[in-house]
């Protein structure tokens, strides 16, 4: 774009960019200041680096904002840009208000002393029946989820909008007749970015600002369209200092469910290797840590402080997502790509991958009731296409889920694609298995007899102690994609519910 003499508006909002590239911190402060923007709104930057004036025009490209103008005074570039359309502008009604922005600063990170004790909690019975964890969204939460996270709803707004979804999540799953309930996820983007709005010195930006980041930005790109990923819906925590737990991060969702119903519940939280692989991104991350070794030790800190925080204000059971670990095994070579909300980020040797995220969640669960924690591992859950989901059976992971300190695996087991259930034979007989007996992906409603005889086969291996029922993976992993409609949902919950009331009759 060629230089013009001055902008033709004056900007909503602006801010200096100093010396950054767009590699190194520059998009972060973009995304700051145009996120509170509405569309039609113009920011204004400053920058001295020269590798900006190429970057920048991809990313309008990406995102779909309009770069209206560029200015050149000696070193300095002023980039005037739209948030979306500049035709927007027109629409806009004159009385929008400019936003007034500013950068988030680095805050201190405390550490707690001690942590709390855990509370009484009622033991999960053998053929208990419960969802994963998210369950679908109505539109208009989807509204609040996204005018939340770019600052046009207050906090208040959100939580008032967001209580009255996870009402509408409860009450499905109870009139379904689960045994242990769920908020549905409903405050979260997804399953596990969500941290990036809870924790300190961290933000959610979407995976359109990380491009470039990435060796090859078109490529990339095109490998996300193909695997059907909305890389401008989803968005994915960059850190910008140390990683601090100022304020819960679902102990909220946990006291909103407990205000709806007595029955126990379930609060799921993103593993400590699937944060570690999704917040390690060098020329972000490495700002605040040496290494993602140096990183994992805070991860491993505040989830250690979440849980014990969930389990004192009465949650029957903790589970911790770590659905990357199929990635690790499943996809073979470093640089074989797959979205498991870590596409951005390296992995090394599969041995070595598996190790360090063994050693992460026993460093988390140290300490803490076994019988009340449990892991979640599928194959990948953004898509209703099977095909371009992981596939590949257990057998990979046995070694690493035989050396885990937790008391229960909820897995994939219904689909195809996860091969055949008779090495689950194998894991620890003191780990409880929740059994995949729908797929939630599939619109038809398993017969009740399916079910039955899926859920057989695993009594037949394990015990019927040690089996709970459950679906393959949550209903709305994505909240903007979801797998299931609501209706879908409940009506898979409640044939699990009729075959586990079968099961009993023995």
Known sequence: MPYAERHPFEPDARFDGGDLDCGNGLLLLIRQHIDPLVPGQLLEFTSTEISVEEDFPAW??????????????????????????????????????????????????????????????????????????????????????????????????????????????????????????TDGEQRRDNYASFVGSRLDNCQLIPLTDLLPLV???????????????????????????????????????????????????KVALPGPYLLTRIMWMECISDRAYRSREHLAEDIVRVLREEIAALLAAGAALVQLDEPVLSEVVFTG????????????????????????????????????????????????????????????????????????????????????????????????????????????????????????????RAIDLLGVERVILTPDCGFATFADNPVASARTAEAKLRTIVDAAAELRKG
């Open 215 to 265: 060796d090859d930005p078109a490529t990339f790109e095109a490998e996300m369209r193909s695997l059907d990923v909305p890389a401008a819906q989803v968005r994915h925590p960059a850190l910008f200092g140390p990683l601090g737990r100022s304020r819960p991060l679902a102990v909220h969702e946990l006291e909103t469910v407990r205000a709806i119903t007595n029955r126990p519940v």
């Open 333 to 456: 070579a470093k640089n074989a790509r797959s979205f498991m909300c870590g596409a951005l980020s390296e992995k090394g040797d599969a041995v070595k991958e598996l190790d360090f995220a063994g050693r992460l969640v026993n460093a988390v669960t140290a300490g803490l009731p076994r019988e009340r924690l449990a892991m979640h591992v599928c194959r990948g859950n953004w898509t209703r296409d099977e095909s371009a989901a992981l596939s590949g059976d257990y057998r990979p992971l046995l070694s690493l889920f035989e050396r885990l300190d937790i008391g229960m695996l909820l897995l994939e087991t219904a689909t195809p694609r996860a091969g055949d259930l008779a090495m689950l034979k194998r894991l620890p007989a003191t780990v409880r298995v929740g059994v995949g007996v729908v797929n939630q992906k599939r619109e038809e409603i398993e017969p009740v007899a399916d079910i039955v005889a899926r859920a057989r």
């Open 60 to 181: 309008c490209r990406m995102t779909g904002n309009e770069l209206v103008s560029v200015t050149r005074r000696d070193r300095q570039r002023s980039f005037l840009v739209c948030k979306g359309a500049l035709a927007a502008r027109a629409a806009r009604t004159p009385a929008t208000r400019p936003v007034a922005t500013s950068p988030r600063a680095v805050v201190a990170v405390h550490v707690p002393a001690t942590l709390p004790p855990p509370a009484p909690a009622a033991p999960i019975p053998p053929l208990a029946v419960m969802g994963i964890g998210s369950w679908p969204r109505p539109r208009w939460m989807l509204t609040a989820i996204h005018d939340h996270m770019e600052a046009r709803l207050s906090d208040e707004e959100f939580a008032a909008t967001a209580e009255d979804a996870t009402r509408l999540a409860v009450e499905a799953q109870v009139r379904a007749g689960v045994d242990i309930v």
